[in-house]
């Protein structure tokens, strides 16, 4: 008798059926027993009786069934309005709104639904199982009064990211809880739960629509093979050799030269995957030893190269690391790759190697070359990079810092009103470079994957502070000028790159543009871990320069335009001066004439002002005064 409460319009046209050939079959059936046993049965029924019939029959079961809800309704609906049940705002009443509020009508769920709200203005005024469309999204406040509401959802799950965003701060400004429905990719078919509910995270709002690839073509690659990840700590590499563990490769080796951070990490795959052979490795990249030993004690077939410096103003004072690391380090570890037999090497590539205006970018760029290089070397390892922009929620992003801002009560520091960034989940990214990693024309190219619509910083700042509920202190926001090698806007393609989609959903091949061959930059990368051991680093910086000519063009004094805007000369401008004063010709520092590095000590003077209407700014005059409540690091 349970099961009658799920009796939908489907049951009800069967039962029909059933019925009507039923009664169809039974005068047949008579004549049959007629001729059987000379027993006239059809004589004793009336016309009217084998008509009324199945009539009787269908109202019935229509009867019961009707009962049966009305009796469960009224019961459910009289629980539903007793105590301890929170009065629930639902904003949509489309499919998703419509099927949220039955489930929370007729199952268990702690809400009672009171109203509807929704901006399309057809649905105004109608009724929605008996719940009301009140109003639009701008009759929130009115709403709430007139029911009481006491939490709002949000059960659009197809909203544009901008809608969204205007629909989060709506929400803010009644000073209620609210939560939202995922994307539709992350409902599963069937009716939508109240147990789907969940915060309204930064994604949301920044349109990356999470994804869920299947990727049965990597679990049969990787059966038998040994995958070695490096930089298997930071938040690309921890993330693939998640997505590696997962389809079960034979064995994987998880190299960084960050002990902590592997501790963490091999204590995470236990529980992920705790039958799978996993070595753990503490080395460094550009250890040449410790790289030779990893491939002769385990023999890889497929190296996902993440380990980088990827800091930008870190490494503008810091040049010989990112040289070391970035350039060096790619080197050592492909060009082992190539000698050992390697079956695939894919290097994990950067937006700000494209037109670098920076040592991290150009070193990234130098590194993509140097892998273009190897393919011709190395004919059996199939070498290729994979090309993509900032990751949400990376070790020292933007995303992190905002929230330990907010967390501490400080007001969020933006380097520039107009900053750009592209964004897209870990899985997301770490998902379509095991993607790319398996196609075929891969092979000495770069992938790039597509990253959306560029996000301005400072709305991003906003929408944080929304979701942070506010405060005092936290609506507010300091802009505090370009830092060294930052670029207003990054890109994806260089000018003279051609672009080809391939069979996977966002990732393309692009076609690079006529290039000198250099047959010599091997051999110069080479020698230059001699150079860097000594700190003989001025030498190398100017090869740099000369081989990566867009660092060139940006650093050189009298740029022709190269520039995006006048606030990246200016930022250039400092950047060129503070190189010039950290080199020094002092016989005390090591590797005399060349100089040593120091570290860049001044910070970027802010003279412009935003114009923001929906969020006040201070700005940032004096940033070394450590009791000035506003004069906080910057991002």
């Known amino acids: 008798m349970h099961r009658w409460r799920y009796v939908g319009a489907s049951d009800i046209r069967r039962l029909v059926l059933v019925v009507v050939l039923g009664s169809v079959l039974f005068v047949p059936?008579?004549?049959?027993l007629h001729a059987l046993t000379s027993v006239d049965l059809l004589s004793a029924f009336p016309p009217t009786v084998l008509v009324l019939e199945p009539l009787l029959t269908l109202m019935l079961a229509a009867g019961l069934w009707l009962a049966y809800r009305t009796v469960y309704d009224v019961a459910k609906r009289t629980k539903v309005f007793g105590l301890g049940f929170r009065k629930v705002l639902v904003i949509g009443a489309g499919e998703a709104g419509e099927s949220l509020v039955r489930q929370m009508l007729f199952d268990p769920s702690g809400y009672r639904p009171v109203a509807f709200a929704d901006d399309d203005w057809s649905r105004q005024g109608t009724v929605v199982?008996?719940?009301k469309v009140m109003?639009?999204?701008s009759d929130l406040d009115r709403i709430i009064e007139r029911t009481g509401a006491q939490e709002i959802v949000i059960a659009i799950p197809s909203a544009e990211p901008t809608d969204l965003r205007q629909i989060v701060a709506t929400c803010q400004s009644t000073g209620l809880p609210f939560r939202v429905l995922p994307y539709v990719a992350e409902v599963m078919e069937g009716d939508i739960s109240p147990s789907q509910l969940r915060e309204v995270r930064i994604e949301d709002l920044l349109g990356r629509e999470p994804i869920s690839l299947e990727l049965p073509e990597l679990n049969r690659e990787l059966t038998g093979k040994t995958v070695l990840i490096t930089g298997a700590a930071g938040s690309i590499g921890s993330e693939l050799a998640r997505q590696v563990a997962i389809n079960r490769p034979d064995a994987m080796v998880l190299l960084d030269q960050s002990e902590t951070g592997l501790f963490f990490l091999e204590l995470e795959m236990k529980e992920l995957a705790p039958d799978a052979e996993i070595t753990y490795v503490v080395a460094d990249v550009v250890d040449a030893g410790a790289v030779e030993q990893v491939f002769r004690s385990f023999e890889p077939d497929?190296?996902?190269?993440?380990?980088?410096?990827?800091?930008?103003p870190m490494m503008e004072s810091n040049e010989r690391e990112a040289l070391r690391n970035n350039v060096i380090g790619t080197w050592r570890i492909a060009e082992a790759a190539g000698r050992n037999?390697?079956?695939r090497f894919?290097?994990?590539?950067?937006?700000k190697a494209v037109r670098p205006a920076n040592v991290m970018g150009a070193t990234k760029r130098l590194a993509e070359i140097v892998i273009l290089e190897l393919q011709d070397e190395f004919s059996d390892t199939a070498f290729g990079a994979v090309r993509f922009g900032n990751v949400l929620g990376s070790a020292g992003s933007v995303i992190p810092v905002f929230k330990k801002q907010l967390e501490q009560g400080k007001p969020l520091t933006v380097t520039h009103e107009d900053v750009t960034r592209y964004f897209m989940t870990i899985p997301e990214a770490s998902q379509l470079v095991l993607q790319a990693s398996l196609l075929p024309e891969l092979r000495g190219r770069i992938a790039m994957l597509e990253m959306g619509k560029p996000v301005k910083i400072i709305d991003l700042a906003q929408s944080l502070i929304r979701l942070s509920g506010g405060g005092q202190g936290l609506d507010r926001i300091i802009v505090t000028g370009l830092r060294p090698g930052e670029k207003l806007h990054e890109e994806l393609v260089a000018p003279q790159e051609r672009v080809f989609p391939t069979r996977v959903p966002k990732v393309n091949i692009l076609e690079p543009g006529p290039r000198a061959q250099d047959h010599g930059l091997l051999q110069r990368i080479g020698l230059w871990d001699h150079q860097l051991a000594v700190w003989n680093l001025r030498p190398v910086v100017n090869q740099l320069r000369e081989i990566v000519p867009e660092l060139e063009n940006r650093w050189s004094e009298g740029s022709d335009g190269e520039l995006e805007s006048a606030v990246e000369e200016e930022a250039a401008q400092l950047h060129r001066k503070a190189h010039r004063q950290r080199w020094p010709l002092d016989p005390?520092?090591?590797?005399?004439?060349?100089?040593?590095?120091g570290f860049l000590d001044r910070r970027l003077p802010t003279n412009r002002v935003a114009d923001l209407s929906e969020v006040p700014l201070r700005r940032a005059?004096?940033?070394r005064d450590a009791d000035e409540p506003w004069g906080t690091a910057r991002t």
């Not at 059936?29 to 049959?32: D, E, G």
């Not at 005390?588 to 590095?597: T, V």
């Open 588 to 597: 005390s520092f090591p590797g005399y004439p060349y100089g040593a590095p």
């Open 346 to 351: 894919v290097l994990i590539s950067t937006d």
């Open 341 to 343: 037999g390697v079956e």
């Open 302 to 312: 497929w190296v996902l190269h993440a380990a980088a410096y990827k800091h930008v």
């Open 135 to 137: 109003g639009s999204t």
């Open 29 to 32: 059936t008579l004549h049959l």
């Open 621 to 623: 005059t004096d940033h």
């Open 129 to 131: 199982h008996g719940v």
